[in-house]
DNA sequence: TATTGTTATACTCTATAACTATA
DNA sequence: TATAGTTATAGAGTATAACAATA
């Protein structure tokens, strides 16, 4: 966009981020884990341990919900509960091993799968492709891996 | 990537796809549909109307699942079922008014708040964005609305 | 009394299996 | 007999409301 962003502009960018949306969870390599799961995964790899009303509301599920999906994850040895020495009310939930396996096997299957549809690309389009990565880190950076809207 | 792509650039370039992916779908709007009910929508507003099971396959549901969501979009007044005057057994599901209004609506919603965080990067990020779209596009055309994995 | 998390209950969405209707 | 879709039933995941424990 440039500085001087259009409805047009808006549109465009909303539309392709659609449709990338919509190819990337087609990318999904299994039913191994729900979007939230695997989301909540995620966010404890890149960013640490974190109690479990954060996790709630970086998902945008209840604290209810969240309590069932860390009981989940830590039924099938993929993250664990940790107390707060601090505070005898918190929960502080990490990721363990099994989960960062996981999420590294998750990867791989994307990653083959994004690496043969971007072989069909030309040169142009993958190079502005990897250009644009460093400005979506950016992007990310600024809501932030446990912003809400 | 390069013409010659190395794990290291496939490994950046799905990791900053999930953060992407993740910011996307913290931006959707509301719990008014699931993603699969606006997938499904979205994908006859770009598309056109459908036979029901190549819905299901698109959206990598079972055939039992989306007779349910077209029932329910059926319900709710967002798409509507046809029949195919060749063949009685089929069932060509289109969108109605109200789901491209649905969908119009929850896209200046997403846009508004995408323009708000396009805003706080620099003119050079904002450039490399738009300038991948075309790209990512063409991505997405590759893999196709219908595709599977 | 407020906060953090859990339990209880109900609803939505999905899957598998069995069925109906058309080809 | 095969194909397109539906109905029946069960399970996962979520929300709201009520509760327990700690601050």
Known sequence: MAPTSTDADQLQLVKSFERLFALLRRLNPQQDLSLTAASTLRTLERCGPHRLSDLASAEGVT???????????????????????????????????????????????????????????????????????????????????????
Do not use: C, H, N, Y
């Not at 083959?112 to 040169?123: V, Y």
């Not at 990897?130 to 990310?140: E, G, I, K, V």
């Open 63 to 149: 604290q209810p919900a969240m309590t069932q999906l860390v009981s989940r994850l830590e039924r099938t040895g993929l993250a664990e509960r940790q107390t707060d020495p601090a505070d005898g009310r918190v929960v502080v939930v990490d990721i363990a091993d099994a989960g960062r396996d996981l999420l590294r096997q998750r990867r791989e299957a994307r990653a083959g799968k994004l690496a043969a549809l971007m072989a069909e690309l030309d040169d142009a389009d993958r190079a502005a492709i990897m250009a644009a990565l460093p400005a979506f880190d950016r992007l990310a950076d600024l809501f932030g891996d446990l912003g809400q809207i």
